[in-house]
């Protein structure tokens, strides 16, 4: 079954200081691969997206993250957090095809900025 | 260009009663999605809709049903609401991928 896993609940790290959130996916197939971020009260937005090619994906906000087959994995980066960057971020799957059309979502990762 | 718009943003309602939650998709985008956000459980997905007509559905019961207008509009039925339906409910569009999210109805069940 398709599945994604988001390992840290929460991090925090210092304002300024590089960050990397983890992804695993479970997929037979090649996936579509997104990145959202949630403030409080709001909605998801998208960070990122990666559909096939060049498997380091720059996204906005100063986020990339990289497509690993070997390790199933899809990790977000950014080389300095800013206080702004406090939120909680979601990484999800799509399907090739769009028989399904949904997104599986990872549980979240929270992540607090230390000043 | 007009991102997602749901309404109403907050909803209380008492158990028993129905809720009625709207979205207007991005211009352009045919599928409109819901999902619900509750705590503790994560971002699931409820109903996909595609030009008019229901394509999947998550693993949700009856109660929880909606529709596709033609102007590509939908709305999330709610019946016979339950305690355990408080929740962030969030609707996305998209043309194929990727999705893009509004800001969420929330909905308290007293």
Known sequence: ??????PDIHITVSEGASLELRCNYS??????????????????QLLLKYFSGDTLVQGIKGFEAEFKR???????????????DAAEYFCALGY???????????????????? | EA???????????????????RCSP?????????????????LQFLLWYDEGEERNRG?????????QFPNYSSELNVNALELEDSALYLCASSLGQPQHFGDGTRLSIL
């Open chain 1, 27 to 44: 997929y037979g197939a090649t996936p579509y691969l997104f990145w959202y971020v949630q403030s409080p009260g709001q909605g998801l």
């Open chain 2, 59 to 67: 693993n949700f019961p009856p109660r929880f049903s909606g529709r």
């Open chain 1, 96 to 115: 090739e095809g769009g028989s399904q059309g949904n997104l599986i979502f990872g549980k979240g990762t929270k992540l607090s900025v230390k000043p």
């Open chain 1, 70 to 84: 070997s390790q199933s994995s899809f990790n977000l980066r950014k080389p300095s957090v800013h206080w702004s």
């Open chain 2, 3 to 21: 991102g997602v718009t749901q309404s109403p943003t907050h909803l209380i309602k008492t158990r028993g009663q129905q809720a009625t939650l």
């Open chain 2, 26 to 42: 991005i211009s352009g985008h045919t599928s409109v999605y819901w999902y619900q956000q509750a705590l503790g459980l994560g």
């Open chain 1, 1 to 6: 079954a398709q599945s994604v896993t988001q």
